[in-house]
């Protein structure tokens, strides 16, 4: 047991005894400062400090182990996502430790205050040991940053690398991909165009493929080198990678300059074939318009001669040179139109021989002098110019001639009905490329308007069917026609159904057009325009369809007038005939979807028949009184459109715009069915009006055409419908009695379907005062075994006509009611 010595002091002044006052504080009498709370407060401070420099330390082991774990992504996105969370977590830890050198600062102030405050002050060994901890603290901690900040200088840069090299990758299996599409592509390519311009949209797209491919080929390889040269860590793949892109790209280019040297070849063609092809054809107009008549005198023959004489001389560089010549040199490039153009340039020059050969004798004939003395009668009989056999010959060598100017300006047609067909798919193709395709280009993505953004089905319709149709089907089909002009109606007959195309690209064309007024003066448009080198904008060439379909009804026009007589001259006629039906359907249809406030389905009322503006009255009952409606002294102005089930009534309205904005609209009004109406084709003694009325004339409405033509035209068609329609209805019924009922009907009926719209009312009144009126009790026995509940609307009130009708019978009527309410006669029987 350890044992002590304890002195008990009972003052100050016996501690200062045994301990100096230098080793006391103030309380106690001595000299040294100390502060309890102080000192504390420091140990508590240097204590924390420390604490959370220990943590700080841990956090930066346990990151820095995560990092150096981290495998490297594969693709861009991961790679991306990656660098943004650890430069989050570094930047996170960076605060941490900038909260703790803040800290310490702190703590180190406070430690040094007294020295700061008294140069003079020395420190007691507390104070001191305090002041070193801290010290050491920091410089501990600033150790820690250092290390990390190195630390992760290395990983962000591998990151970054490795980010630069799944771009560089990513970029390099696109440009590949392009670049083994092209040079398969162009292995295969032979196409030297069918054309000048053609051949240069082709070349311009070479050049394209050219500049673009190439060029970003070249700035791949050398973005490869700049990796390399800042010291990459796949230094190796970039290298094989660069080398690749250098190989594949010298030897894309040296096949675009090989396939460029070839459409300069064609394009050179082209111009020869086009130049001869033209030369042709003025020369072969220059025959035909040479007149007949006036080569039979001796100065005509000697002008028309020296007419065909001079246009040869001018031939100059228009004319095909030796066949082998051409061969030789255009061997590459020589396609089919080479040789349909040789062959008409050989038969033009043959035509021109023959005509030279025949005007030369002409000319060379010498006029007789005149004789002052009078011929004898024998001598005028006898006379070689009067013989009949010479006239005949000059007739027939007349009419031969004729002939022969009729099959050249024939001829002259179907080539111009070639050369604009293929100018036309050549321009739709044009369109299609240099605007349709590059609405899905993604590096046009950032020129096109929001309004335009997947809008090509709007802008440019069924464009693409109506190319493909051209292109693959109906240019070949009318080539086969070349020699034989005058049947290329069988072509477009056998077409007529694919032509019909038109009809809904037409119908578009509002919308497409309102569309491109709201983006016309976007860039996009301007750019493709501008790589395109058209001197016309979009808008022109969207209006090539319309035009186009209006071309073939002139065309044929023009076959027709010079194939008189000839074997196709019924085909020609029945082709321009269905043309024009396509163009009436498409005008039609223009007005039909026009229509606004009809709540049913157009569809459904069958086919629109006719469409156009008339004057209408009413006229309505109300109780037995007969009332016409207020305020119908004025007539309305109403469009009618008769379809196939109905007719309906509109109110036409004018839009403000331009263009297609400024077409007229159609309010919907009224709706009659067509299987209970009925028709007057004369009405108040004016030949422009007739009536159509239905539920037994209660609603009556009195339409005024623009002219008496319009109107039989209107009446003719309604009465096709209305007898189709009972024909049909005769049918049904006599298929759902299968016990093959009969009931007489008016031998009259037939003479009532084919009435003249333009005969009198007096001799109709005639024949029908001869009938008796049926009584409405007889119609409907008679009809009770055969109709009951099968009629549709309006057949079953032709057993309850009011007798005050009656009257109404001397008018011409034609309806589905009035067949079903003539009087039946004796032995004449018919199946209904």
Request: proline share 3%.
């Amino acid at each position: 047991m350890l044992l002590s010595k304890v002195i008990m002091l009972s003052s100050v002044t016996e501690l200062h005894s045994y301990i100096e006052r230098s080793q006391l504080t103030q309380e106690l009498g001595g000299t040294q400062e100390y502060c309890h709370e102080k000192w504390i407060s420091h140990r508590t401070a240097i204590e924390g400090f420390a604490l959370m420099v220990k943590k700080t330390a841990q956090s930066l082991q346990v990151f820095g182990m995560e990092l150096a774990e981290t495998e490297l992504p594969g693709d861009i996105l991961a790679t991306t996502s990656l660098l943004g969370t650890h430069t989050s977590k570094k930047d996170h830890m960076k605060g941490d430790m900038l909260v703790a050198l803040a800290q310490g600062s702190r703590l180190l102030e406070s430690i040094n205050e007294p020295v700061v405050r008294d140069p003079d002050h020395n420190m007691t060994q507390d104070e001191l040991e305090n002041l070193a901890t801290v010290q050491r603290l920091l410089s501990q901690l600033d150790e820690t940053e250092r290390a990390f900040d190195q630390f992760w200088a290395r990983h962000q840069t591998k990151l970054t690398q490795c980010l630069q090299l799944r771009h560089f990758e990513h970029n390099y299996k696109e440009l590949m991909a392009q670049l083994d599409q092209v040079s398969e592509k162009l292995g295969t390519y032979s196409e030297v165009g069918i054309s000048p311009a053609h051949a240069d949209h082709i070349f311009r797209d070479l050049t394209n493929y050219e500049g673009k491919l190439l060029d970003r080929t070249a700035a791949l390889a050398q973005e490869g080198d700049s990796l390399i040269q800042n010291s990459h860590y796949a230094e190796d793949s970039l290298q094989s990678s660069c080398n690749e892109l250098r190989a594949l790209s010298s030897e894309l280019s040296s096949t675009l300059r090989a396939k460029k040297d070839l459409l300069l070849q064609a394009m050179e063609l082209h111009h020869s074939l086009e130049r001869a092809a033209k030369w042709c054809d003025d020369g072969i107009y220059l025959l035909a318009s040479q007149p007949v008549d006036r080569c039979q005198s001796h100065e005509g023959a000697e002008a028309a001669l020296l007419e065909l004489e001079r246009y040869l001389e001018a031939a100059g560089q228009n004319l095909l040179t030796d066949r082998a010549t051409i061969c030789t040199q255009y061997e590459a490039v020589l396609n089919q139109e080479f040789m349909k153009v040789l062959q008409k340039q050989t038969s033009m020059q043959e035509m021109f021989e023959k005509r030279r050969i025949s005007l030369k004798k002409l000319a060379a004939k010498q006029t007789r002098p005149v004789q002052p003395v009078a011929p004898r009668p024998e001598a005028i009989i006898k006379s070689p110019l009067n013989s009949p056999g010479l006239c005949i010959h000059s007739r027939q060598a007349s009419q031969s001639e004729q002939e022969e100017n009729l099959a050249v300006l024939r001829r002259h047609v179907m080539n111009e009905l070639l050369e604009t067909e293929r100018a036309y798919a050549e321009e739709l193709l044009c369109v299609l490329q240099g605007y349709a395709a590059e609405m899905d280009n993604p590096a046009m993505a950032h020129l096109m308007p929001a309004a335009l953004q997947n809008k090509k089905d709007v802008l440019f319709g069924n464009m693409l069917e109506i190319y493909h149709f051209h292109k693959r089907t109906f240019l070949g089909e009318l080539e086969a026609y070349t020699d034989v002009p005058e049947l290329v109606g069988r072509c477009f007959l056998e077409r007529m159904t694919e032509l019909q195309i038109y009809e809904k690209y037409c119908q578009n064309k509002p919308r497409s057009e309102s569309l491109w007024r709201q983006c016309s003066d976007c860039a996009f448009f301007q750019e493709c325009q501008k790589k395109l080198e058209h001197k016309l904008g979009l808008d022109s060439y969207l209006l090539k369809p319309v035009q186009r379909i209006t071309k073939y009804q002139l065309l044929l026009k023009e076959m027709l007038k010079y194939s008189k007589g000839c074997e196709g001259t019924d085909d020609l006629q029945e082709a321009l005939s269905s043309i024009l039906g396509i163009l009436k359907a498409v005008n039609d249809s223009m007005h039909l979807i026009a229509i606004t406030g009809y709540e049913g389905n157009l569809t459904e009322l069958g086919r629109l028949l006719m469409q156009g503006s008339f004057s209408v009255w009413t006229e309505h009952k109300k109780g037995h009184a007969k009332v016409k409606d207020l305020a119908r002294f004025k007539p309305m102005q109403r469009h009618l459109f008769l379809h196939e089930k109905a007719l309906l009534f509109c109110k036409r309205r004018e839009e403000n715009g331009e263009g297609y904005e400024k077409a007229p609209s159609y309010s919907f009004k009224q709706s009659l069915s067509m299987s209970a109406v009925g028709i007057t084709e004369n009405a108040k003694g004016d030949n422009k009006k007739f009536e159509i009325w239905c539920n037994s004339r209660e609603e009556v409405y009195i339409v005024q055409a623009p002219s008496a033509d319009v109107k039989t035209t209107w009446v003719n068609e309604i009465r096709k419908v209305l007898t189709t329609q009972l024909e049909a209805y005769r049918g049904t019924v006599c298929f759902k009695n299968n016990a093959m009922i009969t009931y007489p009907v008016n031998p009259t009926f037939s003479s009532i379907i084919h009435l003249n719209p333009l005969k009198s009312q007096r001799s109709l009144k005639k024949g029908e005062e001869k009938r008796a009126e049926p009584s409405p009790d007889a119609i409907s026995s008679s009809l009770k075994p055969a109709v009951k509940g099968s009629l549709g609307p309006g057949l079953d009130e032709i057993a309850t006509s009011p007798t005050s009708d009656r009257a109404a019978v001397a008018k011409k009527r034609f309806t589905l009611q009035g067949f079903s309410n003539l009087k039946p006669q004796k032995g004449t029987c018919h199946m209904f």
